[in-house]
């Protein structure tokens, strides 16, 4: 059993940040991949940015130069450090984990947390 926790969510007027951070626990074996998601209402759910296990990382064009994903191998945490962000940022907030389970991928996805760009 894995579980995904969030944290970091929050109100913010925009040109303002805030720092979201995963938890993963349970039972991990290796990890492929973690990565932040988040959903509009009314729109799909989408990739914000992942890092990779060997630290590689993507980011969504909205997100690129304002948006920091980092990992701690260590302790099985993802950050996303979100500076200068904009009304059309508010959404919720999803991390994803991705083991390789002999060599099968399998996702696991947190609850969310609620991000609001509002003055």
């Known amino acids: 059993q894995v579980q995904l926790v969030e944290s970091g969510g929050g109100l913010v007027q925009p040109g303002g940040s805030l720092r979201l951070t995963c938890a993963a626990s349970g039972t991990i074996s290796i990890i492929y991949s973690m990565g932040w998601y988040r959903q509009a209402p009314g729109k799909q759910r989408e990739l914000v940015a992942e890092v990779a296990s060997g630290g590689t990382t993507r980011y969504t064009d909205a997100v690129k130069g304002r948006f920091t994903i980092s990992r701690d191998g260590a302790k099985n945490m993802a950050y996303l450090q979100m500076n200068s962000l904009k009304p059309e940022d508010t959404a919720v907030y999803y991390c994803?984990?991705?083991?390789?389970?002999?060599?099968?991928?399998?996702?696991?996805w947190g609850q969310g947390t609620q991000v609001t760009v509002s003055s």
């Open positions: 994803q984990l991705v083991l390789d389970i002999s060599s099968i991928l399998r996702d696991y």
